[in-house]
T-cell receptor, first 113, second 113 residues
């Protein structure tokens, strides 16, 4: 597609449920990033993929967060046993290579009740 | 560690006024610096970038110069328009094996007609 696509746009879940957020990067982009953005804050880095390899997951806040990109294109961010503090906008970005400008999706707004 | 500090908003200006949004950073190594913009209802998009000291990034009338001696990357525009109303994020990326990108908290700009 023309840009980075994220789904769903909005997700409401009850505390304790598992959620899965999807990111379709720009075709051919080898680099893929996930960020968490709290209200009124800048995006916080979660994890980075180069093709299918997860090279940096230092930003994942706990072992409840898991990301994968098995075929080097679509990526899924999974959050297990969700907590209220997980409520945020989750952004995905892709780029054509390391240190190249990132193209962002519109994000998934996650609300945990 | 690596961090970005930008001036707090909101910043309110009249049309055709001069804009400066301050951004300073701390980083190990030699970061690349970016300004991203988020227009109302839209996703983050790259505004401009600079990859080494004394580089000037420019786009849509906005400019920012990579100042290593003052560790700054201030955003400027000589004459703002109502359509420039948005949230502006300063960011840096460093090679940590994954080119983690670190964002500032964002500065909201309102431009009045």
């Amino acid at each position: 597609g023309a840009g980075v696509s994220q789904s769903p746009r909005y997700k409401v879940a009850k505390r304790g449920q598992d959620v899965a957020l999807r990111c379709d990067p720009i075709s051919g982009h080898v680099s893929l990033f996930w960020y968490q953005q709290a209200l009124g804050q800048g995006p916080e880095f979660l994890t980075y993929f180069q093709n299918e390899a997860q090279l940096d997951k230092s930003g994942l806040p706990s072992d409840r967060f898991f990301a994968e990109r098995p075929e080097g294109s679509v990526s899924t961010l999974k959050i297990q046993r969700t907590q209220q503090e997980d409520s945020a906008v989750y952004l995905c970005a892709s780029s054509s290579g390391v240190n190249q400008p990132q193209h962002f999706g519109d994000g998934t707004r996650l609300s945990i009740l | 560690g690596n961090s970005v500090t930008q001036m707090e908003g909101p910043v309110t200006l009249s049309e055709e006024a001069f804009l400066t949004i301050n951004c300073t950073y701390t980083a190990t190594g030699y970061p690349s610096l970016f300004w991203y913009v988020q227009y109302p209802g839209e996703g983050l998009q790259l505004l401009l970038k600079a990859t080494k000291a004394d580089d000037k990034g420019s786009n849509k009338g906005f400019e920012a110069t990579y100042r290593k001696e003052t560790t700054s990357f201030h955003l400027e525009k000589g004459s703002v328009q109502v359509s420039d109303s948005a949230v502006y994020f300063c960011a840096l990326s460093v090679d940590t094996g994954g080119f983690k990108t670190i964002f500032g908290a964002g500065t909201r700009l309102f431009v009045k007609a």
